[in-house]
């Protein structure tokens, strides 16, 4: 098919190279504008361009796709379907109407629990058992549009965003491919009314770590803000990024060290620190960690 790829960070590579490979014909990769970044504050590209350029692909990158000019251009293209996997600019009607078959989304969860622009970090923050990808018809609403295939997954006892989300990435890449190859044949199904939840933007305030809170609730956060923004709170007067944790024995008052393994007491219950990072430093693994900055049982975070 010809097809408009639609995506701008490395969550979406995975799904153009799936593309690439399985031969539809790429008429041109749309994806945000390149940004400053780094210490120097140069244009950087985004992951998707990066990619697309390499393979030979044609980019564009307008900031807005509401005037007139750029939807007439979007239509020049003749596709027969866009896909859209975390792109970053609202679609007008005029641009979902205008590929033969629509826009199609890839979206990292089992709608419509949660719709909205942080499905991965909010399912692991509720607690979720599963999780997975729906490749969605778009429409004008916020992730409202009919689901034409789904697939799950567990999600692992100890998995950080970091991990659910290059797993959901190959899982997209994959249905994707099958969602095309079977179009013509596919049934949407309207999403039902009972069960909506919404995955709001994560806000960073929302990521220094309360210990009076229930182990389960600060495991979760720590796995969930995991790698960005960081899960945060301070040890010895220092901001201490954490980056893995898992459930622990053991009991005492919030915030209280319990051993030598930093395994932390909760409002209750206790977590095990498995991955941090201290101000200006990389992220380390909790023993080497400990060899650089000690924290001694009985100490309170």
Not at 148 to 168: C, K, N, P
Request: aromatic content about 4%; proline content about 7%.
């Amino acid at each position: 098919m010809r097809v408009i790829f639609m995506g701008t960070p490395e969550f979406s590579v995975p799904v153009l190279d799936a593309l690439v490979e399985a031969g539809h014909e790429i008429a041109a990769v749309y994806c945000q504008p390149p940004r400053p970044a780094g210490r120097g504050k140069k244009d950087r590209p985004t992951p998707v361009q990066a990619r697309a350029e390499a393979l030979g692909l044609e980019v564009r990158h307008p900031v807005s796709l509401k005037g007139a000019e750029e939807q007439a251009a979007f239509a020049a293209l003749e596709a027969d379907v866009a896909v859209v996997v975390a792109y970053g600019l609202i679609l007008p009607q005029a641009v979902l109407d205008a590929p033969k078959n629509g826009c199609l989304n890839i979206h990292a969860s089992l709608l419509p629990r949660w719709r909205g622009a942080a499905p991965i970090h909010r399912a692991i923050m509720a607690g979720d058992s599963e999780t997975g990808i729906c490749i969605m018809q778009m429409e004008a609403g916020l992730d409202t549009g009919p689901v034409l295939l789904r697939q799950s997954t567990l999600i692992g006892a100890e998995e950080t965003t970091a991990q659910l989300h290059d797993r959901l990435s190959e899982m997209g890449a994959a249905l994707i491919v099958e969602a095309l190859a079977r179009l013509p044949d596919l049934t949407p199904e309207v999403q039902p009314e009972e069960g909506v939840t919404y995955a709001t933007k994560i806000d960073k305030g929302e990521a220094q770590i309360n210990w009076s809170q229930p182990a389960e609730e600060v495991d979760r956060k720590i796995r969930s803000l995991s790698p960005f923004p960081g899960a945060w709170c301070e040890i010895d007067g220092q901001r201490v990024k954490l980056l893995a944790s898992r459930l622990a024995n053991g009991s005492g008052a919030a915030g209280e060290v319990l051993d030598d393994a930093l395994t932390v007491a909760c409002g209750s219950g206790a977590v095990e620190l498995l991955r941090l990072q201290r101000a200006g430093k990389g992220a380390q693994d909790r023993d080497v960690f400990l060899r650089g900055f000690p924290v001694n049982k009985g100490a309170r975070l």
